[in-house]
């Protein structure tokens, strides 16, 4: 089984509609991300979090929102969705400090918004 | 500017070739660099972390130039199976307390035949 999982692979979805994007880890780490891909953008840091108490924006958090039900378990949000949130969307994981940073990310999740 | 450059290729070149990738940075205060692999439409993983004296690891050779601000990706004896996208990834602060890993829009490389 994957160590980090998402959910779904892919989806489809019309302008206005909320989406929810599904992530969860059997590695125990701490820090756990959303990302999303564009071509020719690279990756860019939507959201983060340290710990099951802490979220932080980041690089471009406007029109997302997450939740950190669990150290396991951290979900991504479009309240309403747009089309230039068509991208590839990755969670990962890291287990944090100094020397511990190596990314472990889900296979990802294509979002489609028509 | 971009906080982490690539040129994105891409590159093409035959099997046993040579390939070198740069990467420049724009934070100074950048601590910690990467290179990831992605292969088309899968997850980017680790490839190797570059350290301040250089590192290797079999065909693959990384450095570090802090005062030129840029990295570097060394492929020797090209295989088929290093066709991937090469991402560029650098460890800076950012606004807010946190450092961020930042990633380069990415580098093709295609080995042919």
């Known amino acids: 089984d994957a160590d980090v999982t998402q959910t779904p692979r892919n989806r489809i979805t019309k302008t206005g509609k909320r989406i929810m994007l599904e992530c969860s880890q059997t590695?125990?780490?701490?820090?756990m991300y959303w990302y999303r891909q564009d071509p020719g953008l690279g990756l860019r840091l939507i959201y983060y979090?340290?710990?099951?108490?802490?979220?932080n924006k980041g690089e471009i958090s406007d029109g997302y929102s997450v939740s950190r039900q669990a150290q396991a378990k951290f979900s991504l949000s479009l309240e309403s969705a747009i089309p230039n949130q068509t991208a590839l969307y990755f969670c990962?994981?890291?287990?944090?400090?100094?020397?511990?940073?190596?990314?472990?990310f889900g296979s990802g999740t294509q979002l489609s918004v028509l | 500017r971009k906080e982490v450059e690539q040129d994105p290729g891409p590159f093409n070149v035959p099997e046993g070739a040579t390939v070198a990738f740069n990467c420049t940075y724009s934070?100074?205060?950048?601590?910690?660099f990467f290179w990831y692999r992605q292969d088309c439409r899968k997850e980017p993983k680790l490839l190797m972390s570059v350290y301040s004296s250089g590192n290797e690891d079999g065909r693959f050779t990384a450095q570090l130039n802090r005062a030129s601000q840029y990295i570097s990706l060394l492929i020797r004896d090209s295989k088929l199976s290093d066709s991937a996208t090469y991402l560029c990834?650098?460890?800076?602060?950012?606004?807010?307390?946190?450092?961020?890993?930042?990633f380069g829009s990415g580098t093709q490389l295609t080995v042919l035949p």
């Open positions: 990834v650098v460890n800076a602060p950012s606004s807010g307390s946190a450092r961020q890993l930042t």
């Open positions: 934070n100074s205060a950048s601590q910690s």
């Open positions: 590695k125990g780490h701490d820090r």
């Open positions: 990962a994981t890291s287990e944090g400090g100094q020397g511990n940073e190596k990314l472990f």
């Open positions: 979090s340290f710990d099951v108490k802490d979220i």
